[in-house]
């Protein structure tokens, strides 16, 4: 069965940092793409960021562009997104999602605020 | 960006109704269009890939239609369980773009 684990959400002030994990089983998580979508409070999902199986390919959105960075440790399953820089605008429920979004992780909340 | 105007935003129907929720997308993207559904509390469901693909342990009462810029899920007889909110998504180019939603509530 296919399992995706967020961790590393809590309360942040504005213009610290945060790093998020996403503990990855029930596949060869070496072979697939990954992705961060959030979601902010009563409003639609956004794609984030996306990695390639290798770690060649990197996109990010413009939103985040310059202060998020997507990696993921093969070895470990595990896939991250270090936020820096963070805004009140980059509260929102943030999930770790397989692929083209097949499997999806139950998600953990960001809150940046002071 | 491709923008995703996805319809109606809110529907209310009856067990056993054909349900149908509509997505339209800004610009072409070919097939490369996802269907979810998300209960309260649950991560997003899978539904239907590349426009018309049914996932995995999906039931068959689901399906999905269209290509270019319009596309259509259909529920063939609403059932309890399937009170949630629907989204569709493209991911024919990026950054990769989603509906706003469906609520779908049983009358």
């Known amino acids: 069965e296919v399992q995706l684990v967020e961790s590393g959400g809590g309360l942040v002030q504005p213009g610290r940092s945060l790093k998020l994990s996403c503990l990855a089983s029930?596949?060869?998580?070496?072979?697939?793409?990954m992705n961060w979508i959030r979601q902010a409070p009563g409003k639609g999902l956004e794609w984030v960021a996306s990695?390639?199986?290798?770690?060649?390919?990197?996109y990010y959105a413009d939103t985040v562009k310059g202060r998020f960075t997507i990696s993921r440790d093969n070895a470990k399953n595990t896939l991250y997104l270090q936020m820096t820089s963070l805004r009140s605008e980059d509260t929102a429920l943030y999930y770790c999602?397989?692929?083209?979004?097949?499997?999806w992780g139950q998600g953990v909340m960001v809150t940046v605020s002071s | 960006d491709i923008q995703m105007t996805q319809s109606p935003s809110f529907l209310s129907a009856s067990v056993g109704d054909r349900v149908t929720i509509n997505c339209k997308a800004s610009?072409?993207?070919?097939?490369?269009l996802n269907w979810y559904q998300q209960k309260l509390g649950e991560a997003p469901k899978l539904l239907i890939y590349?426009?018309?693909s049914l996932q995995t342990g999906i039931p068959s009462r689901f399906s999905g239609s269209g290509s270019g810029t319009d596309f259509t899920l259909t529920i063939s007889s609403l059932q309890p369980e399937d009170v949630a909110t629907y989204f569709c998504?493209?991911?024919?180019?990026?950054?990769?773009?989603f509906g706003a939603g469906t609520k779908l509530e049983l009358k």
């Open positions: 610009q072409n993207i070919n097939r490369y």
């Open positions: 029930g596949f060869t998580f070496s072979n697939y793409g």
């Open positions: 999602a397989r692929r083209t979004a097949d499997y």
């Open positions: 590349n426009a018309n």
């Open positions: 998504l493209q991911h024919n180019s990026w950054p990769h773009t």
């Open positions: 990695i390639s199986s290798s770690s060649s390919y990197i």
